[in-house]
């Protein structure tokens, strides 16, 4: 169990962090851009920094897309999930003792949403292809021997908001999956 115990504490801190700035980068309203270049920076710092002792999944669907691909055992990927959402977790608590309820309420904590007019099937979609394109840049830089993992390096549930939460699960475990099949059973150099 030792053996587990660093490389999750490292994604439970790792996804605590991105958590944490991320949502706070929405409830501060910096801007769309701002929104993005938060999210971004902070995990290309987060994978430089922890991805060396985890694989810096920090995120449960790179990790379902990581073992649907055969590079992870299934008990270190659930662990893994389990970290990755305790972090979430206290980062959306955390963000609870930061900012007044009037500030946070109105972006539900920096949880996502959809937009008006966009369906739960549409929504879905997006999400799978995005996180399609996101496990299969993890598994060309960080996990393929051939990658580039040390050249480039790595540069909302406490809220009660659950409005088509699902789409947040299916599309990401849909992509994820699929990008662990694909990359993990067919690129793969065997």
Request: proline share 3%; hydrophobic share 55%; with cysteine.
């Amino acid at each position: 169990m030792d053996k587990a115990l660093k490389p999750c504490v490292a994604e439970a801190v790792a996804t605590f962090a991105f958590c944490f700035v991320g949502a706070a980068s929405i409830i501060n309203n910096v801007g769309l851009l701002g929104i993005a270049i938060a999210h971004g920076c902070m995990m290309a710092v987060l994978i430089s920094a922890l991805g060396h002792i985890s694989g810096g999944h920090n995120n449960p669907a790179v990790t379902f897309g990581v073992w649907v691909g055969g590079k992870i055992s299934g008990q270190m990927a659930a662990l893994y999930i389990v970290s990755q959402l305790i972090g979430a977790v206290v980062a959306g608590f955390m963000l609870r003792l930061v900012f007044s309820e009037a500030t946070w309420q109105v972006v539900n904590l920096g949880t996502p949403g959809l937009s008006p007019g966009v369906s739960v099937r549409t929504g879905i979609l997006v999400e799978t292809l995005l996180t399609f394109f996101l496990v299969l840049v993890v598994y060309g830089t960080a996990i393929d021997d051939r990658g580039t993992w040390k050249a480039i390096a790595g540069f909302g549930l406490a809220a009660g908001y659950w409005a088509n939460h699902l789409v947040y699960w299916v599309g990401p475990l849909l992509g994820g999956g699929l990008a662990g099949l694909f990359y993990g059973h067919f690129l793969i150099k065997r």
